[in-house]
């Protein structure tokens, strides 16, 4: 089979591989559409597995069953499935209280071969836990490899509250950042206000329900945030980019007793310098947000794949999986604001 191999930092090659055997008690997976994350990129192009290649990343996975080992009956050949990348084992006790994005035993993607390929093995243990879903017929695989990175933003929002009537901010105006703009307005924010650096992406994200653009290289956007909110800051800030500069600033977006996400992962062991007296005195509420409970993923999944959500705006390139490396510079410049790869193509 052909796939995506990563042979280090930016050296990716679309190359014959070997084709992954039908896992006991598992299925294989004819990968029909596979989404290219932020994620995909900073693993692709940093020494992510510490040497340890060859390795095929890919976690917004969606195909076709080819083969079913014998005992599985939930699936059978032919049929069309989303397979979200980690697992939840359901019985710990972070799993127990609602909260399986802590689940203390769960399936890592990042240890299995990934979907920049033809095919992947699906394990037994993924398909009796929680991870697999049903496409209906009328919906393209293009649409449901969304599923996935709406979940986090589904459940952060979720978790948050955020609700009819709120300003919010939202640093980054990648997809993901476009993700919870578009969700914020469903979910009836009043106002959403978009903070980037790309003029091009500010652009783009006026498509997804942003109501005001402040492009932070030229002006203040702490002063901007107040100016547009009666000098009173937005009720939730989500900081979606990769910088800790932004995280430092994002506080002071906020109103008094608002609250701040750091929804957006930076280079790993760098440190954010933040003003931890200014969230005393103002009763911030700080978070981190990272993944989405077993519940969550479902319903972003039925999200992704209904009519009030438009995955065609945000699917803005459709590109066979051999043009990868062209999917990663459109994404990195903001050209693209989903790319969505094709390995059978
Ligand atoms: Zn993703
Ligand atoms: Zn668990």
Redesign the pocket.
Known sequence: MKAAVMYGPNDIRVEETEKPDCPQGGLLLKVMAI?L?G?DIRNLTTDSRKGNYPHIYG??IVGTVTEVDVGVTRYKVGDRIYVYPVEHCLTCEACRSGHSENCENPGNYTDRQGGFADYIAITKQQIERDAVFMIPENVSFESATLG??LSSVYACQENVGITFGDTIVIIGAGPIGCFHSQLAKLRGAKTVIMVEINDYRLELAKKFGVDYTINSRKEDPIEAVKRITDGKGADKVISANPSTAAQAQSIFMARKGGIVVLFGGVAKGSMAEIDTNYIHYNNLWLYGHYGANSVQVQKAFELAISNRFPTDKFITHILPLSKMNEGIQLTKSGEAIKVVLLPNE
């Open positions: 989404g994350c994620s976690h917004e996935e990175p």
